[in-house]
């Protein structure tokens, strides 16, 4: 799913593949008496399916079951209709029709990254299997919404040389980005994809599945364990179904694939030194722009599926296959449970938001500890193949099995927490089509109000504002720093509020929080206001600043919405490239501007304006949180 921090070994061994393929069988998706054969099995796994061959699938299964719906989920970039499959029994015609079932919804989407194709061919296979096998139950208990395809445009740039790394198909894979050449699982905050805006619409705030499978493959370390996942790990999320998704649910899990399916899991990761293993197994970032994490926000439950790049085709297949399986099979046995575990993470999020008492904080910095437990990786012993030296000197695995019982750092925990709010106003002049969209858009409750209120809110004095000064899936991302300073201040009838007594109050607090590192501060949603020193924009007749949506060289604004397609397409695929965050470095005169790479001093609040500062109040930072419930005379603008 990303490329590890380390330099790991780049040769491909075949030998030791060959070694992984027959020491490791797990258990093959079962035999397929009847139904169409997926494109990797009828091509003894040379090739994988494009999109016209998912459609034809999907098509065929439909003529064998009255179980299964498919709806156009979205029409990508390039102008394909991507496919979103309804399988119950009953066939639930509505997501109100699933309610009244009282059946969980679980959706499953693969081929987010279209090189990681593993997920789409087991998906395929999984639905064939549950809808012409009568004796798979799950049906008996859940709903399942699946999207074999997420990322169609990439899939389809199918070619043998993308993907090396990988034993297979020889017949190639697709690519990483979208057609819009976003890399999608860095989307979830910013929402600028067409696919990731259609999950949000058509399916988070629709069908709200109480579980988001994720299906991905590694890139990274060499291990025997052909699966590896992770749960929802930012600590800003319900804890305690972050505490049950990996402390009951992943070990349970784990157990089913190994007993039944006889396939082997590991948590997501990769060792923090490649040369000495035995200093830990490390987990992924804990922003919620990861689609998986993102999910935790919203108090649901989430699994991150990454197969193991180093086996073969079939066998990554087939693991992800046995995953999704023991997946099913736990949520199943469990589907009561879970429902009610999921809407008591709601209860308590509404009621935090309707007295926010002093523990509950908001983590603005993480720190990553390892968790209670070591974590067992059957590993190989590595050797150093340029021992002279380097800061990265090269290392492969040797055919010499190592398990390797070392820390698992995967606990973010809380460094640095802000006070937690009943909820966000965003003044009238702040308050841009854009911003309110993206938050509707996210499914938030946005409230608008009629009339004029003053209000004592804690308010943002910004000390200093920075862009990026690499671009980032086509944005130069903003950290700001500051202090609050608690405030009286009038909010014109127009301005938003956001209540965080709702819930997805968590994501709000993600969305709106000034100091958050994934909000829509991070993403440039409000880079006028602050580049002009206050929301109410710059005086009149000056010009509009540097960086500032509209002038030279400007970075391309979160509003604009156009994505990557023109222009910015050379950052993305360099960031693919690259796995890493930071891919093309700026340049232009935009790079001159507050928002360009350069700290822009902002005279804190109280201080002269300087012909800078806009708004005239005591801060000019857009928003400003109520710190407790007040009266408010509103309406709901969704
Ligand atoms: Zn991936």
């Keep these: 799913m990303k490329r590890s921090r380390l330099p790991l070994a780049t040769a491909a061994l075949a030998v030791l593949g060959l070694v992984l393929a027959a020491g490791f069988a797990p258990v093959q998706a079962q035999a397929q008496a009847k139904g169409p054969l ?51 029994n009953p066939l639930p015609a509505s997501p109100f029709d699933a309610r009244s079932l009282k059946k969980p919804v ?13 997920g789409k061919e087991a998906v395929l296979m999984l639905v064939r299997d549950i809808l012409l096998d009568p004796k798979l139950p799950y049906l008996d208990k859940l709903v399942l919404v699946i999207c074999p395809i997420f990322n169609a445009d990439g899939n389809d740039k199918i070619n043998p040389a993308n993907r090396r790394q990988q034993p297979g198909p020889e017949q190639g894979v ?77 070990p349970e899990m784990e157990k089913i694939m190994k007993d039944k399916y006889k396939t082997l899991g590991l948590g997501y990761g990769g060792f923090r030194d490649a040369r000495a293993p035995e200093k830990g197994w490390e987990t992924l970032d804990p922003q919620p722009r990861y689609i998986t994490n993102y999910i935790g926000l919203r108090n649901r439950l989430g699994i991150l599926i990454e197969n193991y790049v180093h086996a073969d085709f079939k066998t990554r297949v087939a693991g992800n296959y ?59 012993e590595m050797d150093t193949t340029n021992a002279a030296g380097g800061r990265f000197p090269q290392t492969k ?52 109000l009629v009339q004029p209120a003053t209000l004592e809110v804690e308010g943002f004095r910004m000390s200093e504002i920075k862009g990026a000064e690499r671009l980032y899936q086509g944005h130069r991302t903003n950290t700001v720093k500051g202090a609050p300073v608690a405030t009286k201040q009038e909010f014109a ?21 000034p100091e958050s590192d994934d909000g829509l501060i991070t993403w440039n949603y409000f880079d006028k206001d602050l580049a002009s020193g206050g929301f109410g924009g710059p005086p009149p007749g000056a010009a509009p600043p540097a960086g500032a949506p509209g002038a030279p060289g400007a970075p391309p604004a979160a509003a604009n919405t156009q994505g990557l397609a023109a ?19 700026g340049g232009g005169a935009g790079a001159q501007g507050g928002q360009g790479g350069q700290a822009a001093a902002v005279a804190p609040a109280g201080a002269p304006a300087g012909g800078q500062r806009g708004g005239g109040g005591s801060t000019s930072f857009p928003i400003y949180k109520l710190m407790k419930p007040a009266t408010l005379v509103k309406d709901i603008v969704r």
Excluded at 39 to 68: C, G, W
């Design 174 to 250: 697709g690519i990483r980005t979208s057609g819009q050449n976003y890399d999608l699982n860095r989307d979830a905050i910013k929402a600028e994809s067409i696919e990731v805006q259609g999950l949000l619409e058509s399916v988070l705030n629709r069908w709200d599945p109480i579980l988001l499978v994720d299906c991905h493959t590694t890139d990274g370390a060499w291990h025997e364990q052909t699966v590896t996942y992770s749960w929802p790990i930012n600590p800003n999320g319900d804890l305690t179904l972050l505490e049950f998704q990996r402390s009951k649910f992943f």
């Design 106 to 118: 679980i959706y499953i989407q693969a081929n987010i990254h279209a090189g990681e194709v593993e």
């Design 397 to 448: 695995p040797s055919d010499r099995k190592h398990a390797y019982t070392i820390p698992y750092f995967a606990d973010f925990v809380p460094k640095r927490t802000v006070p937690f709010p009943a909820g966000y106003l965003i003044p009238a002049a702040a308050a841009s089509a854009e911003v309110v969209h993206k938050l509707v858009q996210h499914g938030l409750v946005v409230e608008r």
């Design 567 to 585: 222009g910015q397409g050379a950052a993305a695929v360099q960031g693919a490239a690259g796995g890493q965050s930071a891919a093309v470095t």
């Design 322 to 380: 046995a995953c999704l399986r023991a997946i099913l099979d736990y949520c199943a046995a469990n589907a009561e449970p879970l429902a009610k575990m999921i809407a008591d993470a709601d209860a308590r999020t509404v009621a935090r938001g309707l007295a926010p008492a002093a523990k509950d904080a908001f983590a603005v910095e993480f720190e990553l500890k390892a968790l209670p437990n070591p974590i067992t990786v059957l590993g190989f």
């Design 38 to 88: 997926t494109v990797a099995e009828s091509s003894n796994y040379a090739a994988t399916s494009r999109h016209a061959d998912v459609l034809i699938f999907v098509r065929e299964m439909q003529k064998l079951s009255p179980l299964l719906r498919v709806e156009t989920y979205f029409r990508s970039f390039e102008g394909r209709d991507v496919p979103l499959l309804i399988v119950g």
């Design 493 to 513: 009838a127009g301005s938003i509020f956001v209540t965080t007594a709702q819930p997805l109050g968590s994501l709000a607090a993600y969305l709106l929080e």
